[in-house]
């Protein structure tokens, strides 16, 4: 099952506390119990490179697409669209990306404490790499920063052609997960590489317990 990336900006004239707090206080517990996930994660910006990146939090989820979309209708559409507006930059609905996730090195996923410290580095292909050529020397460069940083793990997401959003600048992301406070390592990627965006990120999961015991509670 792929991943799907969203990112979400705040409403114009809120802090990013106030859109933080709102979101995992409300709009995430609402979403979990309309939607099947199969993992669900917020990633709130702490800092970033440029300052201003264009949106607020990196959402990652795995759910069944299809029975997502066909949950969005009539008045579930209302209810979200009602939500959204209180604290995200909305109308419109944010778009997700698809993405293959890559484990370069650490151990496998499990489930992370709320208050993980993240980094996420959004590559851009400026060199003509083919797709493998890329993707490979990609990897490589998250290795190498990983044995700088001493992060735990390293994951690489292959981000799927064919999908559209105006926030999402890159062809790749690379994630390290840090052992406390995460900051951004070296920015100067191989040739062929640029850094399109890069930050620090505070990562809010909600638990396997949390999303069965939330599903269909409405």
Not at 84 to 91: L, T
Not at 108 to 123: E, S
């Amino acid at each position: 099952m792929k991943k799907v990336i969203t990112l979400i900006a705040r409403r114009p004239g809120t802090t990013r506390a106030a859109f933080k707090d709102y979101y995992e206080q409300n709009h995430a517990p609402l979403g979990t119990r309309y939607f099947p996930f199969d993992k669900y994660i917020r990633n709130h910006l702490n800092a970033s490179v440029p300052e201003d990146v264009g949106f607020d939090v990196l959402m990652e989820c795995w759910l069944d697409q299809e029975k997502a979309y066909a949950i969005l209708t009539g008045d579930i559409v209302k209810i979200f669209d009602e939500d959204e507006a209180r604290f995200m930059n909305a109308p419109p609905r944010p778009v997700g990306v698809d993405a293959i996730e890559h484990l370069l090195i650490g151990p496998p996923r499990g489930v992370d404490p709320r208050g993980t410290q993240r980094v996420a580095l959004f590559i851009k292909n400026i060199g003509g790499l083919d797709e493998t050529a890329f993707y490979q020397r990609v990897a490589a460069w998250g290795r190498a920063l990983a044995e700088e940083t001493g992060a735990i793990r390293v994951i690489m997401d292959e981000v799927v052609p064919g999908h559209v959003s105006t926030l999402f600048k890159g062809d790749a992301l690379l994630h390290f997960w840090s052992k406390g406070t995460a900051t951004l390592p070296n920015l100067e990627p191989p040739a062929g590489l640029l850094v399109e965006q890069a930050m620090t990120l505070d990562s809010q999961e909600t638990t396997p317990e949390e999303l069965a015991a939330n599903f269909g509670n409405h």
